[in-house]
């Protein structure tokens, strides 16, 4: 069983930047791919970005593209991170993490996911 632990989200002003941590434990994660997915209350939960299990494998929504970038560290077997930059009003969100068997944009392809850590960006 994979557990993951999200943080990094916090307040920042339109042009700021953060990094988002998932700390993952309970499995080996070179075995999954990991993802980001965001939420806003109201709406469905939105494709953010996805890693490959070797990390050799990433993609990206249209709308972080470039601004956005996803990474892991399977040496340290410690999870994945997201660093964001370039932030935008829009982008306020709870960012979820997750992990799965197959890389890809679906959230029904992930069977684990944390809790969520919220991003907050103003104007």
């Known amino acids: 069983q994979v557990q993951l632990v999200e943080s990094g989200g916090g307040s920042v002003q339109a042009g700021g930047s953060l990094r988002l941590s998932c700390a993952a434990s309970?499995?080996?994660?070179?075995?999954?791919?990991m993802a980001w997915f965001r939420q806003v209350p109201g709406k469905e939960r939105e494709f953010v970005a996805a890693?490959?299990?070797?990390?050799?494998?990433?993609?990206y929504a249209d709308s972080v593209k470039g601004r956005f970038t996803i990474s892991r560290n399977n040496a340290k077997n410690t999870g994945v991170y997201l660093q964001m930059n370039n932030l935008k009003p829009e982008d306020t969100a709870v960012y979820y993490c997750a992990a799965g068997r197959t890389t890809g944009r679906y959230s029904h392809y992930y069977d684990y996911w944390g809790q969520g850590t919220q991003v907050t960006v103003s104007s």
């Open positions: 309970g499995g080996t994660l070179s075995f999954y791919a």
């Open positions: 890693i490959s299990g070797s990390g050799g494998w990433t993609i």
